[in-house]
């Protein structure tokens, strides 16, 4: 067996290219990194946001990091220990301290990276993901009774794609997701739906029982260590789209291949909310 890290730089050292809310593909990506840094390998993507961190200044963040602020958001990066990247969002000021309607779009603030290889699923005995994360406790304005779609949500999904250049079903893909938290539940609920945000592909988010199975509950405030290894669920997966009507052309698991990752919030409520990461990894052991 051969073990492979499939994530460049996945201490963020190098910082971000960051793309604008509402116009991701209009223009090129800002720049944030930090001196010495070189070429990012990461895209911080802050979709359908009411501001824009591109703009906001650098400024240090203790003894070897820094932060960017806007009205909204802050991302934070440090190295005093290990790497550490820290998302908060304030969803009152996102949304002007309303409640989202049900079928308006929603905040993200994600960190994201195409594989530069895509990894073969067919070619892989596992596929561990890992990390450490700390997530803080939550809150929302007293006066606002949130109804079941304002939630925030602290997660990653992979996209597990068709990759067979020529095949009739080439591009074709699932998101494929690993929860950490939905401020609604103990622990996340499994998710197995088609995409309502626009890409109008399958999602299949296994419930939070099976990546924290010692645990009833998310304990905010600690860090968290997860290292899992979710091949088994991508092909739940490919089984569960298939069964809904999904990859109508994509019916062989070994077209399919690991293609991109993100981890961030989605905040689809007046929720302040911030988490932490540190000792990010994916991990792909070969068959040979």
């Known amino acids: 067996m051969k073990t492979k890290e499939l994530l460049r730089d996945p ?6 290219f960051v793309t604008p809310p509402n116009d991701p593909h ?3 990506p ?3 990194c930090w001196p010495g840094a070189s070429t990012p390998d990461w895209l911080l993507r802050q979709w359908n946001s009411t501001s824009d961190v591109s703009w906001s200044w650098m400024q240090e963040y203790g003894q070897n990091g820094f932060r960017w602020d ?3 958001k802050s991302i934070r990066w440090t190295d005093s220990k290990s790497p550490t990247l820290s998302l908060h969002m304030d969803g009152i000021a996102e949304y002007g301290g309303k409640l989202r309607a049900p079928d308006a779009p929603w905040a993200h603030l994600l ?3 195409e594989l530069h290889v895509p990894e073969r699923i067919s070619n892989l005995q596992k596929l561990v ?6 997530v803080e406790n939550f809150h929302s304005a007293p006066d606002l009774r949130l109804e079941n779609w304002h939630t925030a949500q602290w ?3 992979v996209t597990v794609q068709n990759r067979e250049t020529g095949h009739p079903g080439y591009g074709d893909f699932l998101w494929f997701g690993i929860p950490f938290v939905d401020t609604r539940y103990a622990l996340p609920k499994r998710h197995a739906a088609g995409d309502t945000a626009g890409s109008g592909k399958f999602i299949y988010t296994p419930s939070g029982n099976e990546y924290f199975r010692d645990r009833d509950a998310f304990p905010f405030g600690e860090w968290v260590l997860l290292e899992v290894d979710i091949l088994p669920l991508i092909n739940q997966g490919l089984d569960a789209a298939w069964k809904a009507g999904f990859l109508p052309k994509s019916r062989d698991r070994r077209l399919f291949a690991i293609s991109s990752l993100n981890l961030g919030w989605e905040l689809t409520g007046p929720l302040v909310v911030g988490a932490s990461l540190r000792n990010f990894s994916l991990q792909a052991v070969s068959r040979a």
């Not at 201490?11 to 971000?16: A, E």
């Not at 993901?129 to 700390?134: D, E, P, Y």
Request: proline letters at 4%.
């Open 155 to 157: 997660q990653a999904f």
């Open 70 to 72: 806007t009205e909204s």
């Open 11 to 16: 201490g963020f050292r190098n910082g971000f």
């Open 111 to 113: 960190v994201e990276q």
């Open 129 to 134: 993901f890992g990390c450490q994360t700390q």
């Open 26 to 28: 209009g223009m090129p």
């Open 30 to 32: 800002a720049l944030m």
